[in-house]
């Protein structure tokens, strides 16, 4: 969490029109399906 703002920051995060984003190489589809359901807000999407 940010002290500044308070919100969250996305580490090594690139920023793509105001959008950060990040590549993930995930090898364990169960873990990456966990990490999404337990993301509060549902705002980890995946393309």
């Not at 996305?10 to 999404?36: A, P, S």
């Amino acid at each position: 969490m940010s002290t500044k703002d308070g919100k969250a920051t996305l580490v090594r995060g690139i920023n793509k029109k105001e959008i950060y984003q990040q590549e993930l190489n995930v090898n364990n589809q169960e873990r990456l399906e966990e990490v999404i359901e337990a993301c509060p807000v549902k705002i980890i999407l995946i393309c």
